[in-house]
């Protein structure tokens, strides 16, 4: 069993910053690539940033300058730190994980359940 669990959402006004995380646990042989994707009420889920294990990182436009993604050395843990936040950004934010565990032969994807974020004055 995998597990992706997210922490670190809430409510902050708006050019307020927020960081979120993100632990992958479990039977794990090797965390591959892991990301943030962000779906706002009524639209698509989207690519908010990502990261290779080799710490290749890309952003979506909207975010690049303000947002940050980085990794522990360990591999197993993503965090987002986000500034300068708007009510644009408001959504709520997945944690994804392409995991290889020890009974499959390649990474599969694996989602947490996301966290709430909402920014407000």
């Known amino acids: 069993q995998v597990q992706v669990m997210e922490s670190g959402g809430g409510l902050v006004q708006p050019g307020g910053s927020l960081r979120l995380s993100c632990a992958a646990s479990?039977?794990?042989?090797?965390?591959?690539?892991m990301g943030w994707y962000r779906q706002a009420a009524g639209k698509e889920r989207e690519l908010v940033a990502d990261?290779?294990?080799?710490?290749?990182?890309t952003y979506a436009d909207s975010v690049k300058g303000r947002f940050t993604i980085s990794r522990d050395s360990a591999k197993s843990t993503v965090n987002l730190q986000m500034n300068s936040l708007s009510p644009e950004d408001t959504a709520v934010y997945y944690c994804?994980?392409?995991?290889?565990?020890?009974?499959?032969?390649?990474?599969?994807?694996?989602w947490g359940k996301g966290t709430q974020v909402t920014v407000s004055s």
């Open positions: 479990g039977a794990i042989l090797r965390v591959n690539g």
């Open positions: 990261i290779t294990r080799d710490g290749i990182t």
């Open positions: 994804n994980a392409n995991i290889q565990t020890y009974y499959t032969s390649r990474g599969m994807d694996y």
